[in-house]
């Protein structure tokens, strides 16, 4: 890890950890595709797990089946921002369990996207001033922005997003053709949707530039 990543995350994980909120912490981690959210909140959670508890979860285990992600089309960015996920099942089983009033109790996922099935996984419980880490695209869109105690938003220019996923996404798409036409017609339109009615730019407490991921550059941050 490059010093300068390492010196932004340092001081990102301290602000965590100075938090105390009512319950627990509720962190979004949110960006476009291939901005390096998943990484960073593993950096993050690296960090803060030796001196709180952390629950690390991201908004893949909560997909809608195919035949919701898909009803718009394939390729369809109205799909991709407004069908993709079960953001009902986002706040009543994590956010608000995990909230002020809540019980602690949450539920870590409720489908595999792999097998397109949902799945039963036991609640657990998170202790009294555990700190959610939850990455996932369209976080501070409307149905969840008010639910996250601090929000952290990764920017990068979809170029440097595209060409990341060329490389990232090539297993899943299984050629770079594939990959340039998911970005082109879906993923990055769907963005483009949510950056118009969300403006998570300017509503995350923590904007990141993450086009050099070596070396983050922290645009904003509201303290």
């Excluded at 109205?78 to 809540?102: C, K, M, N, Q, T």
């Amino acid at each position: 890890m490059s010093r300068m990543r390492a010196e932004v995350l340092a001081v990102l994980a301290d602000s965590l950890l100075e938090r105390r909120e009512p319950g627990r912490l509720r962190v979004a981690i949110d960006g476009p595709d291939a901005a390096g959210k998943t990484t960073l909140a593993d950096d993050l959670a690296a960090l803060i797990g030796p001196r709180r508890q952390v629950i690390r979860l991201g908004i893949d285990r909560f997909h809608h089946p195919e035949a919701v992600r898909r009803r718009r089309g394939p390729l369809s960015p109205e799909g991709f921002y407004l069908d993709s996920f079960d953001h009902e099942a986002i706040v009543d089983g994590v956010l608000r369990p995990l909230g002020p009033d809540g019980d602690g109790w949450y539920r870590p996922a409720v489908f595999d996207y792999r097998s397109d099935r949902a799945v039963n996984v036991a609640p657990q419980e998170a202790a009294a001033g555990a700190v959610l880490l939850f990455d996932g695209v369209f976080l501070l869109r409307p149905e969840l922005r008010d639910f996250w105690d601090i929000s952290v938003y990764l920017h990068a220019d979809p170029e440097v997003a595209l060409a990341r996923a060329r490389v990232r996404d090539l297993p899943v798409f299984g050629s770079v053709e594939a990959v340039e036409e998911r970005y082109r017609c879906r993923y990055l339109p769907g963005q483009e949707l949510y950056r118009a009615e969300a403006d998570p730019l300017r509503r995350a407490d923590v904007v990141l530039d993450t086009n050099d991921p070596a070396a983050p550059v922290i645009m904003r941050w509201s303290r």
